[in-house]
């Protein structure tokens, strides 16, 4: 007789060859998951999460071997990080082949393709056995689920299956290196260091869209000022001190390492070690918790800027408004 665990599989690959998105557990966050070769089926991921055409999908592969039957090309740095992240939080964006519909990659010439870390998400690819479009499992430009309870708040009934492998190991999306232009660029940074790529293969660009000039065209579209967003005012700051007695009173604090608690209505601490990996584990998590809390406002203490410090701040100060 077939184990529960795998019939489970068996009916999302099911279900994704019929066109279905369905729920995807990742090492970095949960995905809402399509089949990349099917418009149909990909279109429903952008409606399910109310996403813009303009922003395209992340193409998750089974392994390095697949990466010919959808890249046209594959610059040598790519096959030199693949085989040094992959299974892991990082994303590679090189020239597509047809076979990926327009629709993934936005009407781009280029696709975005990873090789997820996640043993369930490794083991439905291989029973699906084709190439999976999936963003993240959020309705757009909110906070980023990392549990299948925080899959089915946001998208409910529209997903008729989530995989419940329990809470991502990592926490923040992967990092996005794209080969689309001369110069290798960080797109988008994430789960894997910029230091630990530079270390493979020398120094990168870093590119923060939020310093992209009002018209100049957006490389990566989803990369947008405001994204990760809680519905309560989330303020980004650098010193606790910012804030008196008296508006804490109606605050929730997150933040890292000592942390001045005094008078706040609700503290999450990311980290009291200040490791890093542990509050990205913690950091989507913690701010669904203080938004669900009736808060006023979330006070929200800047990290250190280095390794996934980076990429803490940069959620951070998206998700601020
Ligand atoms: O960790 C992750 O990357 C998660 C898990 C599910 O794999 N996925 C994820 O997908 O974060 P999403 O859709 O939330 O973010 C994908 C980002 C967007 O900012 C999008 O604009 C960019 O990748 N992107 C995708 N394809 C691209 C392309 N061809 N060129 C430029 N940017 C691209
Ligand atoms: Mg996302």
Known sequence: MQSAPNRELRQAAEALKNGQAIGLPTETVYGLAADARNAEAVARIFQIKGRPFFDPLIVHLASLDEVPQYAAEWPEQAQKLAEKFWPGPLTLIVPKKSIISDLVTSGLPHVALRVPAHPLAL????????????????????????????????????VPLVLDGGACA????????????????????????????????????????????????????????????????????????????????????????????????????????????????????????????????????????????????????????
């Open 123 to 158: 083991a439905l690819l291989r029973e699906f056995g084709g190439p999976l479009a999936a963003p993240s499992a959020n309705r757009f430009g909110r906070i980023s689920p990392t549990t299948a309870a925080a899959v089915r708040e946001e998208l409910g009934a529209a």
């Open 170 to 321: 990592i926490g923040l999306e992967s990092t996005i290196v794209s080969f689309a232009s001369e110069t290798t660029t960080i797109l988008r940074p994430g789960g894997l260091s910029r230091e630990a790529i530079e270390e493979v293969i020398g120094p990168v660009k870093f590119t923060d869209k939020i310093s992209v000039p009002p018209g100049a065209p957006l490389t990566a579209p989803g990369t947008l000022a405001q994204h990760y967003a809680p519905r309560t005012p989330l303020r980004l700051i650098a010193d606790l001190r910012e804030v008196d007695l008296v508006h804490r009173a109606s605050c929730g604090l997150l933040g890292w390492g000592e942390l001045d608690e005094t008078g706040f209505a609700m503290v999450r601490n990311l980290s009291p070690q200040r490791s890093f990996t542990e509050a990205a584990a913690n950091l989507f998590r913690y701010l669904r918790e203080l938004d669900h809390a009736d808060l006023t406002q979330i006070i929200a203490v800047k990290l250190s800027g280095h390794d996934l410090g980076l990429a803490i701040n940069d959620r951070l100060s998206r998700a601020s408004h």
